[in-house]
């Protein structure tokens, strides 16, 4: 069963930082491109970030560009997200999302992981 | 940046009866659209992908039409389960990938 767990939520200071965590199970995880994927509470879905399977190919969206930074470890089959100078507008439930059925460089994302919940709040 | 707008904001049906969500792109998207279903405190769950094939495990009563800029999720006769909010996505032009604004299916 494929299989995406997040880690790493928790409760930060405006200007602190976290690293989410992104297990991944059931695929050959060095062969997907993977996707972080955020929700602010009661909000609607904001794509953050992207990295190809062998991290050569990085986006960030403007948002977060400068702040996070993305990265996997193919032999731990992981994804991670840093982010640092978190500021109140980055709550929200982080996902991580695989790319899915698509080809060539159109891929919709699925499956996706629980989510894990980042507040930042002082 | 593509822009994708999904309407209405909310829609009341009846379950047995029919739901049209619709989903527009501000540019074309070929059929580059995917779409999602949500329900509280869960993760998003892909319905549909290249505009209008069903992901695995989805039943027959979905269906997705469109390409372009204008998109069309069908639930052809809603169940308990399906009231849920809706997402659209295109991954056509990126980055970034884009999201609507989703569509909240309520029971009337």
């Known amino acids: 069963e494929v299989q995406l767990v997040e880690s790493g939520g928790g409760l930060v200071q405006p200007g602190g930082s976290l690293r989410l965590s992104c297990a991944a199970s059931?695929?050959?995880?060095?062969?997907?491109?993977m996707n972080w994927v955020r929700q602010a509470p009661g909000k609607g879905l904001e794509w953050v970030s992207y990295?190809?399977?062998?991290?050569?190919?990085?986006y960030y969206a403007d948002s977060v560009k400068g702040r996070f930074t993305i990265s996997r470890d193919n032999a731990k089959n992981s994804l991670y997200l840093q982010m640092n100078s978190l500021r109140a507008e980055d709550t929200a439930v982080y996902y991580c999302?695989?790319?899915?059925?698509?080809?060539?460089?159109?891929?919709?994302?699925?499956?996706w992981g629980q989510g894990t919940l980042v507040t930042v709040s002082s | 940046e593509i822009v994708m707008t999904q309407s209405p904001a909310t829609l009341s049906v009846s379950p047995g009866e029919r739901a049209t969500l619709s989903c527009r792109a501000s540019?074309?998207?070929?059929?580059?659209l995917a779409w999602y279903q949500q329900k509280p405190g869960q993760d998003p769950r892909l319905l549909m992908y290249?505009?209008?094939t069903r992901a695995t495990g989805i039943p027959a009563r979905f269906s997705g039409s469109g390409s372009g800029t204008e998109f069309t999720l069908t639930i052809s006769s809603l169940q308990s389960e399906d009231f849920a909010v809706y997402y659209c996505?295109?991954?056509?032009?990126?980055?970034?990938?884009?999201f609507g604004q989703g569509t909240k299916l309520e029971i009337k």
């Open positions: 290249g505009a209008s």
């Open positions: 540019q074309s998207v070929s059929s580059n």
């Open positions: 996505q295109q991954y056509n032009n990126w980055p970034p990938y884009t």
């Open positions: 059931g695929f050959t995880f060095s062969s997907y491109e």
């Open positions: 999302a695989r790319a899915g059925h698509g080809s060539g460089s159109w891929y919709e994302f699925d499956p």
């Open positions: 990295i190809s399977g062998s991290a050569s190919t990085i």
